[in-house]
């Protein structure tokens, strides 16, 4: 990256920080070619506070701008649902769905007891529906997503007990 370039890739940082607030994205990464041996690698995260940039030849960090949310702290989330022994995780990228259909009843509720390889969600990815089944029986202690709601592989759908 040369010195030249530094002042617009700093913008062009800021602006993509914002395109992840705006659009509610976690994540981001973009490649500029400035020429053969120059180039900018930007990945912004939004769990982050620091924006890693890769540009020929070293590596360059900026911090984020303020826009950028950080992780919060084991202050801010004293226990993580997704670390809990009976969380339910997502297996994939996709749309959560709590019924079979808009209006049928949830598969679980509450305080529901159920079986190992009892569906408790769906999962649509990609046009498919993908039954997610209880990984162990128990009572449902609670459910951490909404119906409809996007959710990412590995983030915490519910707690079984």
């Known amino acids: 990256m040369s010195k030249q370039n530094t002042d617009t890739d700093v913008a062009f940082i800021s602006a993509l920080a914002e395109l992840l607030n705006k659009n509610d994205l976690t994540e981001l990464s ?3 070619e400035y ?3 120059d180039s900018l690698e930007v990945r912004v995260v939004k769990q982050s506070n620091v924006v890693t940039v890769s540009a020929a030849p070293a590596p360059v960090q ?3 701008p303020a826009g950028v949310a950080a992780a919060p702290t084991a202050a ?3 226990e ?3 670390q809990h022994p ?3 995780t997502s297996p994939m990228v996709g749309t959560i769905y709590l019924a ?3 209006g049928a009843t949830p598969f679980v509720a509450l305080g529901a007891q159920v079986t190992e390889g009892q569906t408790v969600l769906i999962i649509e990815a990609m046009k498919t529906m993908n039954h997610i089944p209880a990984p162990k029986s128990g009572t449902v202690k609670r ?3 909404e119906d409809g709601h996007p959710v990412e592989y590995g983030a915490p759908l519910m707690i079984i007990e």
């Open 80 to 82: 993580d649902p997704a």
């Open 76 to 78: 801010a989330a004293p």
């Open 143 to 145: 459910i951490l997503v």
């Open 100 to 102: 079979a259909e808009p």
């Open 62 to 64: 900026y911090a984020a």
């Open 35 to 37: 020429g053969e041996d």
């Open 30 to 32: 973009v490649k500029r």
């Open 86 to 88: 009976g969380a339910v």
